[in-house]
């Protein structure tokens, strides 16, 4: 029935919905978090990011 003849298959199947679910579960809890805040170093590495873009 449904090919579960031997024990790795019947744990593959529930490994991938228990998997499924801890990824759904994770979405919902961090669904509007937002970003974190940026710290100046963060935005030091971002202005020399741009300046090193615009100079290629």
Same mark, same amino acid.
């Not at 298959?9 to 679910?21: G, K, P, Q, W």
């Not at 809890?29 to 970003?35: E, M, V």
């Given at each position: ?5 031997? !024990?790795? $298959?019947?744990? !593959? &199947?529930?490994?991938? $919905? ?7 579960? &994770?979405? $919902? $809890? #961090?669904? #509007? ?5 940026? #710290? !100046? !170093? ?15």
């Amino acid at each position: 029935m449904f090919g579960l003849e031997d !024990a790795g $298959i019947l744990a !593959a &199947y529930l490994l991938c $919905i228990v998997s499924c679910l801890i990824g759904v579960a &994770y979405g $919902i $809890i #961090n669904w #509007n978090k937002g970003a974190e805040p940026l #710290n !100046a !170093a963060d935005i030091e590495w971002a202005h020399g990011q741009k300046e090193a873009d615009e100079e290629i």
